[in-house]
């Protein structure tokens, strides 16, 4: 089954929906739970919302930022009710689907959901690489958010049990949290070597950042990117 695949729920406000999602996910056999920030739990009436799936609830693990829950996660797909309100490569469900069956078998995957009223927040989007649209009603997209998670629960359920799915991906995607430590090198290389002014830094890493994130450098690829920046910091200084 898909145990690589962990549910990541952003400061879920109404406890219930926390408990539908914990049903979801054993329905379909999921069991990794992590709540970001969580407004109201544990509590009972996510207890009683959850069924039989009560473990997932006591297995949960609690953590302050999105960073903290998808740190060992390579492949992190943010949801989103809209089409194009993020900047990010879009997969349909059952895209997301196969895509996340597919990388799990290397490494932790992340499903992020946003908060019921808010959706994600622009620095966490950033943090993710691809986003995905449950195809709705154009009048009125919006899931209930144990909903959404049901769907796309359903959608992993379905690509792990297809012969169609290729069992694994031949080069290894980068953890979130070596990307973050690239991120920081490349962003103290451009002040080292003054390609970017610290007092007036515009928004050029930000650009360079998701360019970076959009690529999806293996991990082969980033080491070398690390090499690169190494070498330009060792060397800045020595040509003129
Ligand atoms: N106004 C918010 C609505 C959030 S709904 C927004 O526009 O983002 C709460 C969460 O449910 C969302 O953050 C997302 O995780 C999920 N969700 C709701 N509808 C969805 C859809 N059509 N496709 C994918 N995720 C959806």
């Given amino acids: 089954m898909s ?11 109404h406890a219930g929906n926390i408990g539908a999602t914990a049903r979801a996910m054993k329905n379909m056999g999921l069991s990794e739970l992590y709540l970001v920030d969580p407004v109201d739990f544990p509590s009972e009436e996510a207890t009683s919302r959850a069924g039989q799936a009560t473990d997932i609830l006591q297995s949960a693990v609690v953590v302050p930022t999105l960073g903290a829950a998808i740190k060992d996660c390579a492949l992190v797909i943010g ?25 799990q078998s290397k ?16 620095d966490e989007i950033q943090q993710c690489h691809f986003q995905v649209n449950i195809d709705a ?6 899931l209930n958010l144990g909903q959404a998670v049901q769907i796309l629960c359903y959608e992993i359920f379905k690509a792990s049990q297809s012969q169609n799915t290729p069992k694994s991906i031949e080069e290894p995607y ?9 991120q920081e090198h490349l962003e103290q290389t451009a002040y080292d070597i003054e390609f970017i002014n610290r007092k007036h830094p515009g928004q050029t ?11 999806r450098p293996t991990r082969k690829e980033l080491s070398i990117l690390r090499g690169f920046l190494n070498a330009a910091q060792k060397n800045h200084g020595k040509s003129d």
């Fill in 107 to 122: 490494t932790p995957v992340a499903l992020v959901f946003g908060r019921e009223r808010m959706g994600l927040h622009n």
């Fill in 3 to 13: 145990s690589n695949i962990r549910i990541v729920l952003i400061k879920t406000w």
């Fill in 205 to 215: 890493l930000d650009h360079l950042q998701a360019l970076f994130r959009r690529a």
């Fill in 137 to 142: 009603n154009k009048e009125y997209p919006v």
């Fill in 174 to 182: 980068p953890l979130h949290e070596d990307l973050v430590r690239f």
């Fill in 79 to 103: 949801t989103s009710a809209r089409d194009r309100s993020i900047a990010l490569p879009a997969l349909t469900a059952e895209q997301c689907a196969e895509k996340a069956v597919l990388e």
